[in-house]
């Protein structure tokens, strides 16, 4: 069955397949339907033994605002294959590599994916935020395990409870992206590290993955407490109020919560 959409653009260069994201007038939210061609094409990459690594970007100075709230208050996922879980277990499965290009907003699930990228790479206009709390949401992705070990509790903290922004030279710091680059030319710098590494001897770079992995054997455990928590928390009244007033233009209020 054909999953197209015209908001990801999926091309073969060499051994490459370049999954862009391009809706661009909503600044790259992630529908159900953008899940699907994003885990389809990570599942393309495992299947065709001519692929050797996935190169993921959004539109030039875009990367992705996240979740389309929309689209999640009104058909929430609910299991495992939903669209957005296939492709974070897709993302964490990955026996192949993984390289991002990132520039202006990379937003929740935008910064999250990081974590699970080989190589990534930010111009200097990419900004990131995990506004899960302030969305009366939880941490996912594995970012309640990696971030923690990544940078310490309280600095993740601080990304994922006060969910504050943070720029490209941060990003570089905590070990979200391995570089920055201007903002005119960072998908071609990132697509020459993408193009060294799909060079490599294939078997071996698949085992050097493979073991790194390993060190995190909890993930995929993790991953899934956060995932039913994640869905949980969509249907909470505190997340109602935070991305109803999103879409309603208007700063959320949770004084009534306890
Ligand atoms: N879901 C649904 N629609 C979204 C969206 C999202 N995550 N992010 C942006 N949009 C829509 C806006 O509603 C707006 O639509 P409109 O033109 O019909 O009004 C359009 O995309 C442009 O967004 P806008 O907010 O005007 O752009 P900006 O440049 O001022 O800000 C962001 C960009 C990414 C900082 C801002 O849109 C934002 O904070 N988005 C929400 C991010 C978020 O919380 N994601 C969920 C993570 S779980």
């Not at 051994?15 to 661009?24: C, D, E, G, Q, Y």
Request: glycine share 6%.
């Amino acid at each position: 069955m054909s999953h197209d959409t015209p908001h990801v653009i999926v091309e073969q260069r060499g051994h490459i397949l370049h999954v862009a994201l391009n809706r661009p007038d909503k600044k790259n939210a992630l529908t159900h339907a953008m899940y699907t061609a994003l885990a389809d094409a990570l599942a393309r990459v495992e299947s065709e033994p001519g692929l050797r690594l996935t190169f993921i970007t959004g539109t030039a100075d875009c990367f992705t605002s996240g979740n389309d709230m929309m689209d999640f208050m009104q058909n929430p996922p609910t299991g495992t294959d939903s669209p957005v879980s296939r492709f974070l277990e897709g993302l964490r499965s990955a026996s192949k590599p993984i390289v991002a290009a990132v520039n202006g907003p990379a937003v929740g699930v935008g910064t999250t994916l990081l974590l699970h990228c080989d190589l990534a790479y930010a111009g200097r206009g990419a900004r990131f935020q995990m506004p899960f709390v302030s969305l009366g949401l939880c941490p996912e992705a594995g970012s309640s395990l990696l971030l923690p070990l990544m940078l310490g509790h309280r600095k993740a903290a601080q990304l994922l409870m006060l969910a504050e922004t943070f720029g490209a030279d941060e990003a570089c710091e905590y070990g979200f992206v391995n570089a920055v680059f201007d903002d005119a030319d960072y998908q071609q710098k990132a697509w020459e590290k993408a193009e060294l590494l799909a060079a490599m001897p294939p078997a071996s770079v698949r085992l050097a993955k493979a073991q790194m992995k390993a060190t995190f054997p909890q993930l995929k455990d993790v991953m899934a407490s956060e995932g039913a928590a994640f869905m949980a928390r969509l249907k909470s009244p505190e997340a109602m109020e935070a991305m109803g007033a999103f879409m309603q233009k208007r700063k959320p209020d949770f004084s009534r919560f306890s």
